[in-house]
């Protein structure tokens, strides 16, 4: 028989102390509860031996015991006994194993049998029967972890926001056909951590990276019986656990090496960021704290539904039998509740604290507003967040919508945390597909002062992004003006009003030189206007490669060749463009500003008669200052950054000073620019020209005339004579870069 002492009420889930494990549940519901430990028997059903241990220690409703035998590796759950009335939202089920929500580590799968199921499958909705099989064999398990890690001396790179260049990875897309990566860490948390990543990364310019979903998730029965899996993720489980499949050590399959994998993706992930922060790269989790995989009032019991489900879950006031759905996917957490808030709380305390990362974006994050039906910015947990001494000084993005009334809510959070600006991507979008909203796009390239200012933020609040995972690549958004989603099992129907596409004359590959040209000076504009908008910019992965999903615009369920990206076809001459455009943003302050626009004009700093011009000026291409009526009857529109005029001061308290620097947007037939008079600057040296036909370095006097062809962007530099800078380094390698 287990040895089994007191233990204590906190931490809640299974912490190992280094001589045995302290297990810890809350359950306010439960009238009893069972731990289950199992363990290696190919004669028992699951090919695991079950032993319950009844845990008879309750304090303020957390139920505990410590067991001194028992060490990392050791698979375990519970079993909760408790009322069963669906009707008033109570579902405690003791033939239900139920997986830990504070489980730092799973294994196994779920295989979808009916045991994992409340119900009999065929009964009538509104009356089933109670389903009392047990579901032990068919249900993946907690794990037992080694807390105990060897950092050396590891820290949060901390990189100010203005500074950071995010690059949205998927774990496995992002290195699963990587031909330097060796095949035995494809598509894993080692992959990413390999140096043929880290060194891409680093020659981007990218100072983060944003994973994809990397909390434990199930795959959706829907998908896998249709031969499909959830690739992207959006189906969490375990808060607190590493998702197995991205660990190498997980994947192999052997007796002895999978007894001894357990629990060791959390090393492995670990050792990522580790690697990653030695390449001064941050780590930021994308994460899904609004739902769990448990679905709707028909999905299976597999955690928290069993444990307390009216803690968990928001249900329906009327007949708590099902739940209020702010996300498409059958459930949202109740984040009214203290207990639902602790654990979201300690969860990405946990990730900051244990496993070192920099950040999160947060999936639906208006979903974690709502504490009745509205949106509250400053509803509890945005609260707690606030007065976080760990959460609060990392990076917080939130993804400002869900599916719920007022829903959409960009702008709307609260001063410390920043927000992927979709009117961003519309906009750039619409703009060089030719159809131009001046005004609209003046904002967004000055960092979107409409949308942020007034709740005291600054231009980094707004996350820039242009593709993402959700949508098309960067190469179908300028290849395709419909989705192809046939593998999906979708129609293939007209998208354009939803994506923002244009195929420039054919859909999908062609052979069209001209067509071809036309494609590759989009996406230099695209990338381009990114990279150099106020704000923070984030690049979807592979973008920079020329990947494409063959006009699929929504990979979420293509685990294969579809999704990942192919290091073997990538567009060289577009990977070098964007690691020289990301050069100039790191080297010039001006394009990443901490200080919205003031529109005043600005003081010579180095003590020059009087006032010169305003920080910025929007240009008409004639070269004078745009008026009311300009904003509505031209597709081209200069930008004018005073370098003299960057609000706030540097690290050491000096002003922040930088080159002057014009930005030419023609999104229309080839035009003639005039530039502006000689009080702007002498002379200007083109640095970026996506339109571009030779490597030719070129300068101009004030007040010249120059050509932007076609759909193109023109960024130019104040003239520096030789000695003051002899190598204009970035204009030469983009020039370059367009050539191929």
Known sequence: MTEVW????????????????????FSEVAEGVELCLFDPDPDAPGGHRETRVPV???????????????????????????????????RCNPSKLLLDPYAKATAGEIDWDESLFGYHFGDPEDSPSRNDADSAAHMMHGVVINPFFDWEGDRRPDRPYNETFIYEAHVKGLTQLHPDVPEEIRGTYAGIAHPAVTEHLTRLGVT?????????????????????????????????????????????????????????????????????????IEVILDVVYN????????????????????????????????????????????VGHPHSLQLIMDSLRYWVSEMHVDGFR????????????????????????????????????AEPWDIGPGGYQVGGFPPQWTEWNGKYRDTVRDFWRGEPALGELASRLAGSADLYEHSGR?????????????????????SYDQKHNEANGEDNNDGESHN?????????????????????RSQRNLIATLLLSQGVPMLSHGDELGRTQQGNNNVYAQDNELSWVHWDHADEPLVEFTAAVARLRQEHPTFRRKRFFTGGTVRVPDGGDGDRLNDIVWLHLDGRPMEDDDWDSTSGL??????????????????????????????DGEATVTLPPDEYAEAWDVVIDTGAESAEERSFAAGATFTVPHRSMVVLREHREPEAEPDLSVAASVALAQQG
């Open 56 to 90: 008879v220690e309750v304090d303020a409703h957390v139920w505990h015991c410590y067991l001194p035998a028992v060490r990392p590796g050791q698979r375990y759950g519970y079993r909760v006994h408790g009322p069963w009335d669906p009707a008033n939202g109570l």
């Open 6 to 25: 007191p233990g204590r009420a906190y931490p809640l889930g299974a912490t190992f102390d280094g001589s045995g494990t302290n297990f810890a549940l």
């Open 458 to 478: 600054r231009p980094f609040a707004s996350i820039n992004f242009v593709t993402a995972h959700d949508g098309f690549t960067l190469r179908d958004l300028v």
């Open 638 to 667: 200069g930008m004018y950054l005073n370098g003299h005029g960057i609000a706030g001061r540097d690290e050491r308290g000096q002003p922040i000073v930088d080159d002057h620097f014009l930005l030419y947007f023609n999104a």
């Open 208 to 280: 983060a990276i944003e994973l994809m979903p990397v909390h434990q998730f199930v795959q959706d029965s829907t998908l896998l019986d249709k031969g499909l899996r959830n690739y992207w993720g959006y189906n969490t489980l375990g808060f607190f656990a590493p998702h197995a499949d991205y660990a190498a050590a997980t994947r192999r399959t052997d007796a002895a090496a999978s007894a001894g994998a357990l629990g060791q993706q959390v090393e492995e992930f670990k050792s990522m960021v580790k690697a990653l922060h030695a390449a001064d």
């Open 362 to 397: 947060f999936d639906l994050a208006s979903t974690l507003a709502r504490e009745f039906y509205d949106v509250d910015r400053l509803a509890a947990f945005f609260e707690l967040v606030q007065q976080d001494p760990v959460v609060s000084q990392v990076k917080l993005i």
């Open 291 to 334: 739902h769990t995989a448990e679905g709707n009032h028909l999905g299976p019991t597999l955690s928290m539904r069993g444990i307390d489900n009216l803690a968990y879950y928001r249900t329906v006031d009327d007949d708590r039998r099902y739940y209020m759905d702010y996300t498409g996917t059958g459930n949202s957490l109740n």
């Open 500 to 520: 923002r596409s244009w195929n420039h004359g054919a859909e999908g590959p062609t052979e069209d030189a001209g067509i071809l040209a036309a494609r590759a």
